[in-house]
């Protein structure tokens, strides 16, 4: 099952250009967030209604609804977009880059508190009209504290390093940056590739802002 969450103005196509760029099947379901009240009711009706004729001439049983967000009150805002974002089964992709920018912040700041439920992120572009992949930095991750020397070093050296070069800035042993760097890349801080038979570290995204 996958799940969309999904900010819609005017413009329909700043929405099914993602979901149509993913894929639906007939367990589909697609959350349309709307302001409870707008300027003009009309263009934004025509817009769900284009969003339904196209997904559904592709398949019929995709589940589609509406959900209001108070626009006048971000706190509410956030609070009923994140309980979307936990109700939401299967895989959960939420989309930015459609409908009024009152519901685009309290959603954006709602899914930086649940990356852990969100399992994908898409933009439509307004320079290009591309369909890009966004991965949502995880805020509220923490380094364990005996992980915090090895963080410091691996910003320290600010580039992708073997585990063979953090062990010599830090003069421990490889066994226990190994463990060290399995620590963090469980918090989404450092990730690592394997090029041959040496293993590389950096920084995530989410690294690279918290440690800045």
Same mark, same amino acid.
């Given at each position: 099952?996958?799940s ?6 005017? @413009? ?9 760029? %993913? ?6 379901? /697609?959350d ?6 707008? #300027? @003009?009711?009309?263009?934004?009706? %025509? ?15 995709v589940?589609?609804?509406? #959900? ?7 706190? #509410? ?7 979307? /974002? ?5 895989? $959960? /992709? $939420? ?13 954006? $700041? ?17 320079i ?9 930095? @995880? ?6 504290? %005996?992980?915090?020397s ?6 320290? +050296?600010?580039?992708?390093?073997? +585990?063979?070069?953090?062990? @010599?800035?830090?003069?421990?042993s ?8 399995k620590?963090?890349e469980?918090?989404? !801080? ?10 590389? $570290? ?7 802002? !918290? #440690?800045?």
């Open positions: 099952m996958r969309y969450v999904a900010p819609i103005g005017y @413009d329909s196509t700043r929405v099914t250009r993602p979901i149509l760029s %993913q894929g639906i099947g007939a367990d589909t379901h /697609i349309l967030l709307i302001p409870t009240t707008t #300027t @003009d009711n009309s263009r934004g009706a %025509q817009a769900i209604n284009d969003v339904r004729q196209m997904v559904k001439q592709i398949e019929p049983n589940d589609i609804e509406t #959900t209001e967000i108070p626009h006048d009150d971000f706190e #509410t805002a956030i609070q009923t977009c994140r309980s979307l /974002i936990d109700a939401a089964d299967g895989e $959960v /992709i $939420v989309i930015f880059g459609g409908g009024a920018r009152d519901i685009f912040f309290p959603l954006t $700041v709602a899914a930086l508190s649940r990356t852990h439920h969100i399992d994908a992120s898409y933009q439509f572009s307004d290009d009209g591309e369909v890009r992949e966004r991965t949502l930095p @995880d805020l509220t991750a923490n380094a364990p504290a %005996q992980t915090e090895t963080l410091e070093t691996i910003v320290t +050296l600010d580039a992708p390093v073997s +585990l063979t070069e953090i062990t @010599d800035a830090m003069d421990v490889k066994s226990t940056i190994t463990r060290h760097v620590l963090l469980r918090q989404g !801080l450092v990730r690592s590739e394997t090029h041959g038979k040496t293993k590389v $570290v950096e920084l995530t995204t989410t690294g690279r802002i !918290l #440690t800045s």
